[in-house]
């Protein structure tokens, strides 16, 4: 069946346009734009239907703040099906606070400094935060902004005050770059990797001079698009400055002392022991989730993610479970946080989390809502999720049907062509009209019919309009990415990476030799990246990195030292000649029997017929890039009547 020309290309501009202008006439969004009331709505899908109208209305920068980073997930999902992914940031936090504590999450750390980067610098932007979010420590924004910094081509500046600066943000300084949040310094080449870029950058110097500025690919190594200025986030949220580090000092000497007296001598030289470590790391610029626990005890003054821009309006999802969160987070820091003190691990008096009146403080307000109407000044938004659902098309019509008996206007919005292409078949079989509607606005008749992938389906009570997904439909359930990851980790490179100045290697063709150092060489013009090994004499050999896997870790008898070959001798030769001997009656029982198989023949299916390809469109979440082409692979070798080679 060939779909609707309409849907061939649909694009996020626009859409909702119908719908979105029946939500902004509502008396919702008028108090919203007042900044007035206290408002009745659904935790998840009407916050998101009222706050895409208002800012589709008034476009500005916006706060929603929810109990929980489950219900700050779904909002995220929902807003970027309405407005797109661009205008709609997710600060997340981990709730498990232990799990937070001990080992804190590159990939939560690594949104949240693209957060508060986005937010510094643009405007027009829906902020979804939760609880423990919200109540995070931060560093200041002027913190936070003395260490980002801008670096043009033909800019003059200081190499050596670079490195500083991507030190004290945070950044780990390495041989070479594999993941975000890293820089790596060879010569006049600066290579640095930002969370708010997803690729690292190269940045080549003459001088003090910017010659170039290029992003590169990890595994390759080479420079490819070139760029004419980056902007440099930190590469941590747990930053102090050196006013900060030097109260924390007079702070911590103080409180040891004091909790020294209700300990004994071993548990006091235990958290002696351990603060002496904890603040020599935090003096030291060293990276380590444990010290955030002295953050809100070395500030002077605290600072959330709702200081980092100037907000139009805060919206507080549901006042009680905020408050029920609240009081179960401080209670459980404080539990954990007693734990360890009594054991002489930490002193007293540290916190986790900042209380909600800390982060209000000042003129900062925000609106309200809560679950049920309570008096008349009560504002309501009366959108409701669909609570029913099936998981067959033949539940199609008459689910279709109830609505209409209502006198409801009604729009399918299937979830991909496959279900789109088998409901409209069923409307047809039935003889019951639809219109064919663009992304989600309203048919000119009673039905509608679009192809959109929306997490589930609503129901505007009064405007008699109800959109059923392909949840409440067919029991399918969209799974979209709570955020597309800012933290990026290579792992091509990562066997190299173990490679430290002192290892043995050993090179395919040259033999056992050591490994020094990387080294940044210029040949015809062209500068690349080599690794420096050195073999048995005087001589040495550079291997370009894109010649790697010819390069294996040397691996002997423990303690034992190789003897190193010597380039261009026979040594080497003769060893693998001995070797490949010994592995030649392997190889030749291997070969007949892979001859022998060959022979054999195989059972060769049949192409996926229709059913086939219906049954794979149900599976709910969606296949990588890899994971496609691996099963398409797969299906080629099972329609071949050669018994199939292949381990997957």
Same mark, same amino acid.
């Given at each position: 069946m060939d779909l609707h020309p309409l849907w061939q290309n649909i694009t996020k501009e626009n859409t909702l346009s119908e719908l979105l202008k029946r939500i902004e006439e509502t008396n919702a969004v008028t108090s919203l734009l007042a900044k007035r009331g206290t408002f009745v709505v659904d935790d998840t899908?009407?916050?998101?239907?009222?706050?895409?109208?208002?800012?589709?209305?008034?476009?500005?920068?916006?706060?929603?703040?929810?109990?929980?980073?489950?219900?700050?997930?779904?909002?995220?999902?929902?807003?970027?099906?309405?407005?797109?992914?661009?205008?709609v940031l997710l600060f997340p936090n981990d709730d498990l606070l232990r799990s937070e504590t001990i080992t804190s999450s590159k990939e939560l750390m690594a949104q949240r400094l693209y957060v508060m980067g986005e937010l510094r610098k643009s405007k027009g932007k829906i902020l979804v935060a939760h609880m423990s979010s919200l109540m995070r420590f931060m560093p200041s924004p002027e913190l936070f902004g003395s260490l980002s910094f801008t670096l043009k081509v033909g800019q003059e500046v200081d190499l050596i005050s670079i490195r500083e600066k991507l030190t004290k943000g945070g950044y780990s300084r390495v041989g070479k770059i594999d993941q975000s949040m890293q820089y790596a310094s060879r010569g006049d080449i600066l290579d640095i990797f930002s969370v708010n870029y997803l690729r690292p950058i190269r940045i080549e110097f003459f001088g003090d001079e910017i010659e170039s500025i290029r992003f590169f690919d990890i595994a390759s190594q080479t420079s490819n698009e070139p760029i004419s200025e980056i902007t440099i986030t930190p590469a941590n949220d747990i930053l102090f400055t050196s006013e900060e580090i030097g109260r924390l000092e007079i702070n911590l000497q103080e409180q040891i002392s004091k909790d020294a007296m209700m300990l004994t001598a071993e548990d006091k030289d235990t958290l002696l022991e351990i603060v002496k470590e904890d603040f020599e790391r935090i003096k030291s610029q060293l990276i380590h989730p444990r010290n955030y626990k002295y953050y809100g005890y070395a500030q002077r003054e605290h600072y959330s993610i709702l200081d980092y821009a100037e907000f139009?309006?805060?919206?507080?999802?549901?006042?009680?479970?905020?408050?029920?969160?609240?009081?179960?987070?401080?209670?459980?820091?404080?539990?954990?946080?007693?734990?360890?003190?009594?054991?002489?691990?930490?002193?007293?008096?540290?916190?986790?989390?900042?209380?909600?009146?800390?982060?209000?403080?000042?003129?900062?307000?925000a609106l309200f809502s809560k679950k049920y109407v309570e008096n008349a000044n009560d504002i309501e938004f009366k959108v409701r999720p669909i609570l029913s659902s099936s998981t067959s098309y033949a539940?199609?019509?008459? =689910?279709?049907? *109830?609505?209409?008996?209502?006198?409801? %206007?009604?729009?399918?919005? #299937?979830?991909?062509?496959?279900? +789109? /292409?088998?409901?409209?078949s069923i409307?047809?079989?039935?003889?019951?009209?639809?219109?064919?509607?663009?992304?989600?606005?309203?048919?000119?008749?009673?039905?509608?019919?679009?192809?959109?992938?929306?997490?589930?389906g609503f129901e505007l009570v009064e405007e008699k309009i109800c959109y059923l997904s392909s949840k409440e439909l067919l029991g399918?359930? =969209?799974?979209? *990415?709570?955020?597309?990851?800012?933290? %990026?980790?290579?792992?091509? #490179?990562?066997?190299?990476?173990? +490679? /430290?100045?002192?290892?043995?290697?050993?090179h395919e063709y040259n033999g056992i030799g050591q490994f020094i150092d990387i080294l940044t060489l210029e040949i015809d013009g062209?500068?690349?990246?080599?690794?420096?090994?050195?073999?048995?004499?005087?001589?040495a050999l550079y291997v370009p990195l894109s010649q790697f896997r010819l390069i294996r870790k040397y691996a002997g008898k423990e303690g034992a030292a190789p003897k190193l070959n010597r380039l261009g001798g026979t040594e080497w030769e003769k060893t693998k000649l001995r070797i490949k001997n010994r592995v030649n009656e392997l190889a030749e029982r291997l070969v007949a029997l892979y001859k022998e198989r060959i022979q054999?023949?195989?059972?060769?299916?049949?192409?996926?017929?229709?059913?086939?390809?219906?049954?794979?469109?149900?599976?709910?979440?969606?296949?990588?890039?890899?994971?496609?082409?691996?099963?398409?692979?797969?299906?080629?070798?099972?329609?071949?009547?050669?018994?199939?080679?292949r381990l997957l």
């Open positions: 899908i009407g916050v998101s239907l009222l706050f895409a109208a208002l800012f589709r209305k008034k476009p500005a920068n916006y706060a929603i703040i929810t109990s929980n980073l489950y219900n700050a997930q779904n909002i995220y999902d929902l807003l970027g099906s309405f407005l797109g992914d661009d205008n139009e309006l805060v919206f507080a999802v549901n006042k009680d479970a905020l408050m029920t969160s609240q009081e179960l987070l401080l209670n459980e820091s404080q539990m954990f946080l007693e734990e360890l003190s009594s054991a002489g691990k930490i002193i007293t008096h540290l916190e986790i989390y900042q209380r909600w009146d800390n982060v209000f403080k000042g003129k900062r307000k539940n199609i019509v008459p =689910t279709i049907q *109830s609505y209409l008996a209502t006198n409801e %206007k009604i729009v399918l919005a #299937l979830a991909n062509k496959q279900q +789109l /292409e088998t409901a409209i409307l047809k079989d039935e003889t019951m009209g639809f219109d064919v509607v663009e992304a989600l606005n309203l048919p000119k008749g009673k039905l509608g019919v679009t192809l959109y992938d929306i997490n589930e399918y359930k =969209t799974h979209r *990415s709570r955020f597309m990851s800012r933290f %990026k980790e290579s792992t091509i #490179l990562k066997s190299f990476e173990e +490679l /430290e100045s002192g290892d043995y290697v050993v062209n500068k690349r990246d080599f690794l420096h090994i050195a073999y048995a004499g005087t001589d054999t023949p195989g059972f060769m299916f049949k192409k996926d017929e229709e059913i086939q390809k219906m049954f794979e469109e149900e599976f709910p979440f969606e296949l990588t890039l890899d994971q496609q082409e691996a099963l398409d692979e797969i299906k080629r070798d099972m329609e071949k009547p050669e018994v199939m080679d």
